[in-house]
């Protein structure tokens, strides 16, 4: 889940009412008809002024009219925080990593100083449980039992329209005694789900 602000775009001519909504791999504009996306690596020209983003990338120039927060849309897109930083994965925590699709995770984990098994090990600090369907989260209170009680999970699961919605993730995971606390886009194809055990119930 990025950041939404309702604005007004203007697309080639035309200026459309909506909203633009800024992920971690794209921008997506909903308005009066009109839907535009913007992958952030197609991104060639890039200008925050007077609370206007100009953006320009292959499919045109776009001009969001956003206030304030153009700035801040601007530093975001050219820097971007790296899926670590996203995640909160500090070094000399212990992960667990269960049918996790990004092969590479793993070794950026490794690089950042963090212990990581394959297997469910007993006092994890983050469990990382991958699901490419809803029957895949089945046994997710089981699979908590191996984590520290201020441990965290994280679910990552396709999105899109073929995807998995993250609402129905919440339910499964408030059935298992967890609550939701964060939701971020982990890469163009998934998004992440942090779990935690509530604190009365720690």
């Known amino acids: 889940m990025g950041a ?37 690596a197609e991104i060639s020209a890039l200008d925050a002024a007077g609370g206007k983003l100009k953006l320009t990338y292959p499919g045109g120039t ?19 925080k790296s899926v670590l930083d996203k995640l909160g994965v500090q070094p000399g925590q212990r992960a667990v990593l269960l049918r996790v699709p990004d092969a590479a995770l793993a070794e950026q984990l490794r ?30 209170r089981q699979t908590i039992t191996y984590m520290k009680r201020d ?16 609402t129905d993730v919440m339910g499964i995971a408030k ?16 998004s992440a789900n942090k779990f935690v055990i509530p604190k009365t119930a720690r």
């Open 4 to 40: 939404e602000i309702a604005c007004s775009a203007r697309i080639g001519r035309k200026s459309v009412a909506g909203k633009a909504l800024l992920e971690a791999h794209e921008i997506i504009f909903r308005g009066d008809g009109a839907r535009v996306v913007i992958p952030l």
């Open 62 to 80: 776009v001009i969001f009219e956003i206030g304030p927060q153009a700035e801040a849309w601007a530093e975001k897109i050219r820097n971007p």
């Open 111 to 140: 690089e950042r100083g963090v212990m990581v098994s394959t297997r469910l090990v007993r006092d994890a600090d983050v469990i990382f449980l991958g699901a490419e369907t809803l029957p895949a989260l089945a046994g997710l």
């Open 151 to 166: 441990g965290a999970l994280w679910t990552l699961t396709p999105k899109g329209k073929d995807g998995i919605k993250d």
């Open 175 to 190: 059935a298992a005694g967890l609550v939701a606390v964060k939701v971020v886009g982990y890469s163009a194809t998934h």
